[in-house]
Structure formats: structure tokens, C-alpha cells
């Protein structure tokens, strides 16, 4: 069974970068397609791109000029990175495997709390 | 972007109840759709993929219809459990797009 494992900073001020990386244990790194989701109270949940094993990349336009992601494949762990954050980046962040033979997303990671906030 | 119109936002329903949710799409998604079942403190958990398949270990009380542009969620007799907040999810197209949630009360 796969498991997912994330971590990054919690509290960040206006302007600075938003950093949260996820590992991925117990199963297989590629063949899938890596995702980050957040959740806030007044958007609900937010999609804001994947990557897959080879690095190839989707991101929401909302949020592309801002965003990178990346990975590691020799620790099988996974990336993102967010530029100039501002309050309305204040979410619940996941990270999660998608799943594209049956088109879900079937594993995630426990949740990161981040609070921009001068 | 291919939005998602969830109705309703709330519910408040009793145990043994039938219950149906519903999401539309801004555009044909053929049945590129998802429902997503969150509980409090937790990640959200697949319950149905290609807006009718049943994913593996989930209750036969819940099932999925629909597609185009229409797609519903229904839970055939509420069991205690099954309190909690719906989504669905549309990835038909980049970028994926959830509904904005259903959160199912206990009446």
C-alpha cells in the first residue's frame, strides 16, 4: 500500500515562497502522475497541477506564472514551489497520486497547513 | 476552464434516507467525472470514477449516473457514516475542477 508523506513550512509572509515537498513510499514513483490540491474555506478544493515521473507538467493557469514543480526520483519525492504568496494562498495543501487507468486520485498525503500572514 | 455547478451546498438528511447530489458541467465532459467523499480532518476518498464505476471496498448504497453534462451522486439509505462532505471532480480537460462541495447533515 502506498503512502504519501509531505512536509513544508506552515507560516509565511506576503511576497515570500511557498515550499512543501512530498514522498512517496511503499509503491511505485512512476507510471502516475503527481498532483497538488488545496483546500480553503471560501474556494474549496483547488487543483493546481501535477507531474508525472518523467517531469512533464499541467498546471492551473490560475496559478502557473507562479508555479514550479519538480521531482526527485532517487528519493521518490516530489515538489512545489509557489511564488509570492499573499493571504488567498492560505489553505490545507495535499499532495496525491493520480491514478489514470481508473481516473482517480487514490493515495494522499496527510495535509500541510499554510497561513500567509504579515 | 470547465466549471463545475454542485447543488445542493448543504443537506440535512436522516439515517435510511435516500439522498442524491448533483454536479453540472459548464461544458460536455462525457463521463470524465468523479465523486469524492471528505470526513472532517481527513484528505478526501474516491468513491465512484468514470461517473458511474463503483471504486473498490466503497458500499453498493452509493452509485453514480450521468453524463455530458449532467451527473448525479446518490446514496440509496444513509448510514451514520456517511456523514461528511461530497465533491465532484471533472478531468475531462486541464485544469481539473472540483465542485464547490455538498456538506450532508444529520437531521
Known amino acids: 500500500q502506498v503512502q504519501v508523506q509531505q512536509w513544508g513550512a506552515g507560516l509565511l509572509k506576503p511576497s515570500e515562497t511557498l515550499s512543501l515537498t512530498c514522498a512517496v513510499y511503499?509503491?511505485?514513483?512512476?507510471?502516475?502522475?503527481w498532483s497538488w490540491i488545496r483546500q480553503s474555506p471560501g474556494k474549496g478544493l483547488e487543483w493546481i497541477g501535477e507531474?508525472?515521473?518523467?517531469?512533464?507538467?499541467n498546471y492551473n493557469p490560475s496559478l502557473k506564472s507562479r508555479l514550479t514543480m519538480s521531482l526527485d526520483t532517487s528519493k521518490n519525492q516530489f515538489s512545489l514551489k509557489l511564488t509570492s504568496v499573499t493571504a488567498a494562498d492560505t489553505a490545507l495543501y495535499y499532495c496525491a497520486r493520480w491514478v489514470a487507468t481508473t481516473h482517480h486520485f487514490d493515495s494522499w498525503g496527510q495535509g500541510t497547513l499554510v497561513t500567509v500572514s504579515s | 476552464d470547465i466549471q463545475m455547478t454542485q447543488s445542493p451546498s448543504s443537506l440535512s438528511a436522516s439515517v435510511g434516507d435516500r439522498v442524491t447530489i448533483t454536479c453540472r458541467a459548464s461544458?460536455?465532459?462525457?463521463?470524465?467525472l468523479g465523486w469524492y467523499q471528505q470526513k472532517a480532518g481527513k484528505a478526501p476518498k474516491s468513491l465512484i470514477y468514470a461517473a458511474s464505476r463503483l471504486q473498490s471496498g466503497v458500499p453498493s448504497r452509493f452509485s453514480g449516473s450521468g453524463s455530458g453534462t449532467e451527473f448525479t451522486l446518490t446514496i440509496s439509505s444513509l448510514q451514520p457514516e456517511d456523514f461528511a462532505s461530497y465533491y465532484c471532480l471533472q478531468h475531462n480537460s486541464y485544469p481539473y475542477n472540483f465542485g464547490q462541495g455538498t456538506k450532508l447533515e444529520i437531521k
Open positions: 461544458q460536455d465532459i462525457r463521463n470524465d
Open positions: 507531474i508525472n515521473y518523467r517531469g512533464n507538467t
Open positions: 511503499s509503491g511505485s514513483f512512476s507510471g502516475y502522475y
